[in-house]
């Protein structure tokens, strides 16, 4: 800090790497007090903001408003928001007297130009605030794998291409009311004439207003998006949820190689794991057995699932032990390695024996999938009235109550699957 009459001075030479992105080589601002407290404090705050605005300039994506975000923390400590020069121009003399003052005893002239209005606003359309995003949200994408990170992007993606496609790839600090309501006819038009559900369009809704906002809070827009995005959200049915199997259908059809003849075998393989565990399709292809996660030595065999560097889990109670019965002991003894092919892809292995179910006419009913098998898992064991949590362990489902103890043992998990247990059909 520097003392220039009565008043503390906030100077700071900007580092040289920087200093054609930064558009000068001194920062001065007044700190408008004579308390040497007060200038400190503020001071401070200046030197947080411009040494975090700084590492920014280098990275792609920050370069066009780095300069306006400068500026904002500049008028921060100055009690000042942002303003264009066409609303500076209709306040009262006195602000703008104000904002003249403190604008010439800032050495930076692209700085000066921002408080007086003669710097813009960066244009931040809807794609590029979609690019903005992804760096801003990085800690929602922490441990997860290449495939889960696409799947995670992907509705977020469709969402504002949804957007952008109603309205035009507008600046994000443009959006009316309007716009938004349009985007909800468009969906409105679509539900009726595709016969979709309210939640394809709801989720939409969700992922827009998210990207804005995050985008919004981190660039200090103060882009009304409560006003914009309220009272979207479109009723009515959600539509049927995925059916169960019947056990006779499993047992009889789905686990009758005689049946299913022309299956791939490892599809077949994998059928059977899935009905006796009762697991996530991504669950059973990301175990890695040379961590342990798959254990047919073991007294009571079993698969252990947890996180690993194939795949996040869905949930904390995710992780847990399943010992293995009847189908699932069959298909994991056939196939020690588990399914290593389809450890990133556990997609492409649900499309690939769905399109078989479907093209060899193979299924009850165009609500059952593959997913299926794990609604017939938690029928069969409320059909044994296995105590529910229990149920909950072997589902990885959240136990709705005080948690006491350390949960069911493995032989305990052992005696109920063996009552459910189905038997293979191989020749």
């Known amino acids: 800090m520097k003392k220039r009459g009565r008043k503390y001075h906030y100077v700071r030479r900007v580092p040289l790497d920087i200093q054609n992105e930064h558009g000068a080589k001194v920062v001065q601002v007044s700190l408008k007090t004579d308390s040497l407290d007060m200038a400190e404090q503020r001071a401070t705050l200046i030197n947080q903001h411009l040494q975090a605005y700084w590492s920014e300039l280098g990275k792609e994506g920050h370069k066009v408003d780095h300069v306006y975000q400068t500026a904002l923390m500049m008028n921060k400590v100055s009690k000042m928001k942002y303003q264009s020069a066409e609303e500076i121009a209709n306040q009262e003399l006195a602000e703008i007297l104000k904002r003249s003052s403190i604008a010439t005893e800032i050495a930076s002239t692209s700085l000066t130009d921002v408080l007086l ?25 922490l441990g997860k794998s290449d495939n889960q990170v696409r799947k995670w992007k992907n509705p977020r993606i469709k969402a504002v291409k949804n957007f952008i496609s109603v309205i035009g790839d507008k600046s994000i600090d443009e959006l009316t009311r309007d716009d938004v309501l349009d985007f909800k006819d468009w969906w409105l038009e679509r539900l009726q004439a595709e016969g979709l559900k309210p939640a ?54 789905l686990l009758n190689k005689e049946k299913l003849k022309d299956i791939n075998p490892l599809h077949w393989l994998f059928i059977c794991a899935m ?21 047919l030595d073991s007294v009571i065999p079993y698969i252990k699932i947890q996180p690993n560097d ?11 032990i399943i010992p293995l019965v009847g ?42 999938t593959l997913y299926s098998l794990r609604h017939c898992f938690q029928d069969r064991l409320t059909a044994i ?38 038997q293979v059909q191989a020749d």
């Open 310 to 320: 194939i795949r996040k889990l869905k949930t904390p109670q995710s992780e847990r």
């Open 385 to 422: 009235e296995a105590p529910d949590k229990i149920q909950a362990e072997l589902m990885g489902h959240k136990f709705y109550r005080p948690k006491y103890g350390s949960g069911s043992t493995l032989e305990q998990r052992h005696k109920w699957l063996s009552k459910i247990a189905f």
């Open 117 to 141: 209005g003669g710097s813009k606003k960066p244009e931040l359309t809807l794609s590029k605030t979609l690019v903005k995003y992804w760096s801003l949200s990085k800690d929602k994408t």
């Open 327 to 368: 189908s699932s002991l069959f298909a994991f003894k056939q196939l020690p390695k588990g399914f290593p092919e389809y450890a990133t892809r556990p997609d492409h292995l649900s499309n690939e024996i769905g399109k078989w179910f479907r093209e060899n006419k193979v299924l009850p009913s165009p609500e059952h």
């Open 200 to 253: 394809s369009a709801n989720k939409d809704f969700i992922h827009v207003r998210a990207v804005i906002q995050l985008v919004s809070d981190n660039l200090r827009l103060d882009i009304p998006i409560q006003k914009l995005f309220e009272r979207l959200t479109i009723q009515g049915s959600f539509g049927s949820t995925r059916r169960s199997f019947e056990p006779d259908f499993v047992q009889g059809t």
């Open 275 to 295: 009905a006796d565990t009762g697991a996530r399709i991504s669950e059973l292809t990301g175990l890695d057995a040379n961590a342990g996660e798959i254990s």
